[in-house]
Each structure stands twice: as structure tokens, then as C-alpha cells.
């Protein structure tokens, strides 16, 4: 800068010189200076602006000064570039030296290493070697884990499956039966393989072991269904998931439910002859004996123990077979049940004969058999026709009360008929008539009071065939048919004395035509049933051998 500096500064005119104006340096300068814009030229600027920090006065002695002081200056500059430069230059060669240490360290390692190799050639190959054959031994190591998780149990199953006979069942000897099932249908891979061998051992090691599986299940589950003989019964999860496990052996399934059946049997048996002796706990309800002076209550608290008793075990037998999805189930609830309920129907029957037989009335006799039909349906629907014996014996005695009713409904009419009572003196009911009114309002009440489903009382009236009712059959209509003959031979044999005192002979008459009228058009009605086919009558016309018209020809 210094030096610019001094190139800049203008030059003196040699003397006796004329100066022209276009070629005197100093003008030239001048014009170069005055040309110059600084604030384009950056390398201007920073000489100017690094002048700037040591160049404070400016003076004629400053001015002097300045290339000597930019010289002093960059001098200064430079040395103490070369003194950093020298500590840089030390540091270098310290480096150098440690980088040639470490090269010869490196050289003598990669000798000895060298060395070693050619030493270690033969174990290096023997450890390559007895890798590749321990990664095969690991491998072939996997495989028999695998293959014996898949194949095999562990011998915490196999104890949970050989367990003793005193040990319980839990839901772990499921999990370990179902663990040999799904071994034993695995197996079957390996038969379409080279493995035969195996395949074959596995699966008749799986068969033994599910047979002594299955033995023990059938004996825990024989000895739990033993011990429901309690009046309430409660089914654990384990004994349900027993019998979904039996499934699969159809025998010791059935032996199962008819030890359940049995259990339960005797059960029913105990609480129902306990019910009728000595009712419940504490007295309350009260013995049904008790009530043996009321058929219909008596009667109708042996049928409502029965009803219950009835639903409370299918809901048992459905709570324990509930997990069990092989076709038939339903078919085995409803044998179970109707084994359980046999062992009722004996002393049911006896008691209940006991009642009918001892012919407690026409309308009690009747409102007996409308309740005997009514649980008879009510049973039906809850367990089907799967309680066969129980229904059964309800049916019979049903049959029984109503052959008693009709037996005394008969016994009454035949009383009337035998000997018929004159009616007062004002030509009115007589008392007979007015009993027998009475008896047949409170039957009718009773039917349109019952508890039996409207078909099933509408069904009171449709008796099957008409040769099956008492009293209606082939022999019984003769007999009677050899009577009416003989009302035809003389009609008036028959006539009421009571006419005689009838003043009015026209009265008279029309009594008598009107009486007529009645008989031909019951006979009329009688004809036809007989006739009709689905009565079921053998050669009906020996049985009425007159036609209607025949009756009335010879009654007119």
C-alpha cells in the first residue's frame, strides 16, 4: 500500500520544459484519481479500511512515515506468520514421528499376525468345520424340538392324563386330552411321508393313551354323577365339559347319562315321597298328605311337585349337556328324563286311584280329571313325549277319572230311570230333575272354568269313535234296540198316567205327537251315527235293522 502510495504522489516538471496540458503526468494522475470510484473497488476499500486502524493523525509527519510504518507493519505480519507456522511445523513433524511409530508397530503386528495365520491355518479350518456342524447339529436339534412339541406331550400331561383315581379332574386334563386328539390326527402326515414308522408308534402310543384317558374320565365323571342325589343339584363346568369329551366314546356316554338318570331317579323318588310325608324344611310347605281330605288340592300338589321336579331336571340334564353338539342330544334328554320320572309314577298312581275309586262325586270326579289332563298337557310341552311312563300314568288316570264320572253320571240316570218321580202337584221340575240340573250346571261350570288349553276341552267332545264309548258298543245298542222294539210293538204302554187327568184332549194330543216327534228324531240321530263309517260299527245293519221312516210309520 505504501508503495501506491508513492506512485501516486505527483511528479516535478524538469525545468525549461514547457508542460502540455495532455501529456503531464501529475495532470494524468490527477484525472485517473478523480476518475476513480472507491466504491467499486473493493481492494481499495480494504487497504483503506486496514490503513484506517493504525493510521489515526493525519499529519505531514504521518504522511512521511506511512511506508515505513506499512512496512514495520507487514514485517510484523510476516514474523508472526513464521512463528506460528514454526509451532505448526512442530507439531507436523511430532505427528510424523507417531505416524511412523504407528507404521512400524502396524508392520511388525501384520508380521506376527501373518505368522499366526500361517501357524493357526490348520484350526482355523478345523473351527470353520466344527461351525458348519454345529449350525447342522443346531438345526437338526430344532427340528426334534419341533417335531416332539407337535408329536409328543410333555410330562406334565402325560401325569394330568395317568393321574391317579383319587385325583380330581380339572380343566387341564381337557387341554391335554384335547392335546392327544389333535396329536392323533396330526399323525396321519406323517403316513403319507417316508416316516411311516413313526407316524405309526405315535399314533398307537396317542390311541393307548386316549383309552386310559377316557377310562379315567368315565370313572371321575361315574363317581361325580353318584353324587348328585341331593334335591337341588348343582352341574359344574368340569362335569360339563366331561360330557362333551364323551362324545367322542358314544358307550361310556350312554353309561354316563344312565348313571345321571339313576342318581337322579332316586332322588326324585326320595323328595317326592318326602313332599307327601314330611313336607319341606322347617314344615313349610306343609306334608301333601295333609291335604288327602281335598282330592282336588291332594291331587293337584302331587301334579305340581311333579310338574316342577320335571322341569328342574331336563334343565339339569340340559345344563350338563349343553357343550355336547352330536344329533341326538334332545332324544337323550328326553330319555333321561323319562327315566328319572319312572320311579314317581307308582306311588302317584296308587294314591291317585285311591281318590277316584273311592268316588268322591260326579263334579269332583270331573274337575279330577279336567286337572289330570291339564298337567298331562303342561308336562308334555315341557319335556315332549319323552317322560313316556310319567305321561302315561297321568293319561290312565285320566281315562280312569272320566270312566268313573261317566260310570256315575250313568248310575245317576239309571236311578231316574228306574224309578221316575211324579212331578208336583203344579206340573213342575221334580227334585230329582232339579238335582240332576243342578249336577250337570256345575259339571258345565267346571268345564268352562278348567285350565286346559280350549283345544284340548274341545277335545272332551270328540271321543273317537262312537263304538268305543261305554254303553254305545254293538252289544249294549242291541240290547237296547230290542227295548225300543218293544216300546214300538205298544207305544202306549208307556204313556204317563198323569194323562189320564188331562181334560183337554186336544192337549192331550199335541203332548203325545210332540213326544213322538222327540223319539223319531233321536232315533234319527242315532241312525246316522251308527251308519256313518268312521264310528266304526261292524254290519250296523244288524244293529238297527228299522230305518227312520220304519220308526215313524209305526209310531204315527
Given at each position: 500500500?505504501?508503495?501506491?502510495?508513492?506512485?501516486?504522489?505527483?511528479?516535478?516538471?524538469?525545468?525549461?520544459?514547457?508542460?502540455?496540458?495532455?501529456?503531464?503526468?501529475?495532470?494524468?494522475?490527477?484525472?485517473?484519481?478523480?476518475?476513480?470510484?472507491?466504491?467499486?473497488?473493493?481492494?481499495?476499500?480494504?487497504?483503506?479500511?486496514?490503513?484506517?486502524?493504525?493510521?489515526?493523525?493525519?499529519?505531514?509527519?504521518?504522511?512521511?512515515?506511512?511506508?515505513?510504518?506499512?512496512?514495520?507493519?507487514?514485517?510484523?505480519?510476516?514474523?508472526?506468520?513464521?512463528?506460528?507456522?514454526?509451532?505448526?511445523?512442530?507439531?507436523?513433524?511430532?505427528?510424523?514421528?507417531?505416524?511412523?511409530?504407528?507404521?512400524?508397530?502396524?508392520?511388525?503386528?501384520?508380521?506376527?499376525?501373518?505368522?499366526?495365520?500361517?501357524?493357526?491355518?490348520?484350526?482355523?479350518?478345523?473351527?470353520?468345520?466344527?461351525?458348519?456342524?454345529?449350525?447342522?447339529?443346531?438345526?437338526?436339534?430344532?427340528?426334534?424340538?419341533?417335531?416332539?412339541?407337535?408329536?409328543?406331550?410333555?410330562?406334565?400331561?402325560?401325569?394330568?392324563?395317568?393321574?391317579?383315581?383319587?385325583?380330581?379332574?380339572?380343566?387341564?386334563?381337557?387341554?391335554?386330552?384335547?392335546?392327544?386328539?389333535?396329536?392323533?390326527?396330526?399323525?396321519?402326515?406323517?403316513?403319507?411321508?417316508?416316516?411311516?414308522?413313526?407316524?405309526?408308534?405315535?399314533?398307537?402310543?396317542?390311541?393307548?393313551?386316549?383309552?386310559?384317558?377316557?377310562?379315567?374320565?368315565?370313572?371321575?365323571?361315574?363317581?361325580?354323577?353318584?353324587?348328585?342325589?341331593?334335591?337341588?343339584?348343582?352341574?359344574?363346568?368340569?362335569?360339563?365339559?366331561?360330557?362333551?369329551?364323551?362324545?367322542?366314546?358314544?358307550?361310556?356316554?350312554?353309561?354316563?347319562?344312565?348313571?345321571?338318570?339313576?342318581?337322579?331317579?332316586?332322588?326324585?323318588?326320595?323328595?317326592?315321597?318326602?313332599?307327601?310325608t314330611r313336607g319341606g324344611l322347617g314344615g313349610t310347605p306343609r306334608p301333601i298328605e295333609m291335604h288327602s281330605h281335598d282330592p282336588l288340592r291332594y291331587?293337584?300338589?302331587?301334579?305340581?311337585?311333579?310338574?316342577?321336579?320335571?322341569?328342574?331336571?331336563?334343565?339339569?340334564?340340559?345344563?350338563?349337556?349343553?357343550?355336547?353338539?352330536?344329533?341326538?342330544?334332545?332324544?337323550?334328554?328326553?330319555?333321561?328324563?323319562?327315566?328319572?320320572?319312572?320311579?314317581?309314577?307308582?306311588?302317584?298312581?296308587?294314591?291317585?286311584?285311591?281318590?277316584?275309586?273311592?268316588?268322591?262325586?260326579?263334579?269332583?270326579?270331573?274337575?279330577?280329571?279336567?286337572?289330570?289332563?291339564?298337567?298331562?298337557?303342561?308336562?308334555?310341552?315341557?319335556?315332549?313325549?319323552?317322560?313316556?311312563?310319567?305321561?302315561?300314568?297321568?293319561?290312565?288316570?285320566?281315562?280312569?277319572?272320566?270312566?268313573?264320572?261317566?260310570?256315575?253320571?250313568?248310575?245317576?240316570a239309571s236311578k231316574l230311570m228306574d224309578k221316575v218321580e211324579l212331578p208336583p202337584p203344579d206340573l213342575g221340575p221334580s227334585s230329582a230333575l232339579n238335582?240332576?240340573?243342578?249336577?250337570?250346571?256345575?259339571?258345565?261350570?267346571?268345564?268352562?272354568?278348567?285350565?286346559?288349553?280350549?283345544?284340548?276341552?274341545?277335545?272332551?267332545?270328540?271321543?273317537?269313535?262312537?263304538?268305543?264309548?261305554?254303553?254305545?258298543?254293538?252289544?249294549?245298542?242291541?240290547?237296547?234296540?230290542?227295548?225300543?222294539?218293544?216300546?214300538?210293538?205298544?207305544?202306549?204302554?208307556?204313556?204317563?198316567?198323569?194323562?189320564?187327568?188331562?181334560?183337554?184332549?186336544?192337549?192331550?194330543?199335541?203332548?203325545?205327537?210332540?213326544?213322538?216327534?222327540?223319539?223319531?228324531?233321536?232315533?234319527?240321530?242315532?241312525?246316522?251315527?251308527?251308519?256313518?263309517?268312521?264310528?266304526?260299527?261292524?254290519?250296523p245293519e244288524t244293529i238297527l235293522h228299522r230305518s227312520p221312516h220304519q220308526v215313524q210309520a209305526l209310531l204315527s
Open positions: 500500500m505504501a508503495d501506491t502510495a508513492a506512485s501516486q504522489l505527483p511528479a516535478v516538471p524538469s525545468p525549461g520544459l514547457p508542460a502540455a496540458p495532455g501529456s503531464n503526468p501529475l495532470s494524468r494522475k490527477l484525472n485517473k484519481i478523480l476518475e476513480t470510484r472507491l466504491d467499486n473497488d473493493k481492494e481499495m476499500l480494504e487497504a483503506l479500511k486496514a490503513l484506517s486502524t493504525f493510521f489515526v493523525e493525519n499529519s505531514l509527519r504521518t504522511r512521511r512515515n506511512l511506508r515505513g510504518d506499512i512496512e514495520r507493519r507487514s514485517l510484523a505480519i510476516n514474523e508472526e506468520f513464521v512463528h506460528i507456522f514454526k509451532q505448526v511445523k512442530e507439531e507436523l513433524e511430532s505427528i510424523n514421528e507417531d505416524v511412523q511409530a504407528m507404521s512400524s508397530c502396524c508392520e511388525d503386528m501384520s508380521s506376527r499376525l501373518k505368522a499366526a495365520k500361517e501357524q493357526t491355518q490348520d484350526l482355523i479350518v478345523k473351527t470353520t468345520k466344527l461351525q458348519a456342524e454345529n449350525q447342522r447339529l443346531e438345526m437338526k436339534a430344532q427340528v426334534a424340538d419341533a417335531f416332539i412339541a407337535k408329536f409328543q406331550l410333555t410330562p406334565d400331561e402325560m401325569n394330568l392324563l395317568r393321574g391317579t383315581k383319587d385325583e380330581p379332574i380339572t380343566e387341564d386334563f381337557f387341554k391335554a386330552l384335547g392335546r392327544v386328539k389333535q396329536i392323533h390326527d396330526d399323525v396321519k402326515i406323517l403316513l403319507r411321508t417316508n416316516q411311516q414308522r413313526a407316524g405309526l408308534e405315535i399314533m398307537e402310543q396317542m390311541a393307548l393313551l386316549q383309552e386310559t384317558s377316557y377310562e379315567r374320565l368315565y370313572r371321575w365323571t361315574q363317581n361325580e354323577c353318584r353324587t348328585l342325589t341331593q334335591e337341588s343339584c348343582d352341574i359344574s363346568p368340569v362335569l360339563t365339559q366331561a360330557m362333551e369329551a364323551l362324545k367322542d366314546r358314544p358307550v361310556l356316554y350312554k353309561y354316563t347319562l344312565d348313571e345321571f338318570g339313576t342318581a337322579r331317579r332316586s332322588a326324585v323318588v326320595r323328595g317326592f315321597i318326602d313332599a307327601l291331587i293337584g300338589d302331587m301334579l305340581a311337585w311333579l310338574h316342577q321336579a320335571t322341569a328342574s331336571e331336563k334343565e339339569h340334564l340340559e345344563a350338563m349337556l349343553k357343550l355336547v353338539t352330536i344329533e341326538g342330544v334332545e332324544e337323550n334328554i328326553q330319555e333321561v328324563v323319562g327315566h328319572i320320572t319312572e320311579g314317581v309314577c307308582r306311588p302317584l298312581k296308587v294314591r291317585i286311584e285311591q281318590v277316584i275309586v273311592a268316588e268322591p262325586g260326579a263334579v269332583l270326579l270331573y274337575k279330577i280329571s279336567n286337572l289330570l289332563k291339564f298337567y298331562h298337557h303342561t308336562i308334555s310341552g315341557i319335556v315332549g313325549n319323552s317322560a313316556a311312563t310319567l305321561l302315561t300314568t297321568v293319561e290312565e288316570m285320566h281315562l280312569l277319572s272320566k270312566k268313573i264320572f261317566f260310570n256315575s253320571l250313568s248310575l245317576h238335582q240332576t240340573l243342578n249336577l250337570l250346571r256345575e259339571v258345565l261350570a267346571s268345564h268352562d272354568s278348567s285350565v286346559v288349553p280350549l283345544d284340548a276341552r274341545q277335545a272332551d267332545f270328540v271321543q273317537g269313535p262312537l263304538s268305543s264309548l261305554p254303553n254305545m258298543d254293538s252289544v249294549s245298542l242291541k240290547v237296547a234296540m230290542a227295548q225300543f222294539d218293544r216300546y214300538l210293538s205298544a207305544p202306549d204302554s208307556l204313556l204317563m198316567a198323569q194323562l189320564n187327568f188331562l181334560l183337554s184332549a186336544t192337549v192331550k194330543e199335541q203332548i203325545i205327537k210332540q213326544s213322538t216327534e222327540l223319539v223319531c228324531r233321536a232315533y234319527s240321530e242315532l241312525y246316522a251315527a251308527v251308519m256313518d263309517p268312521s264310528n266304526e260299527y261292524k254290519d
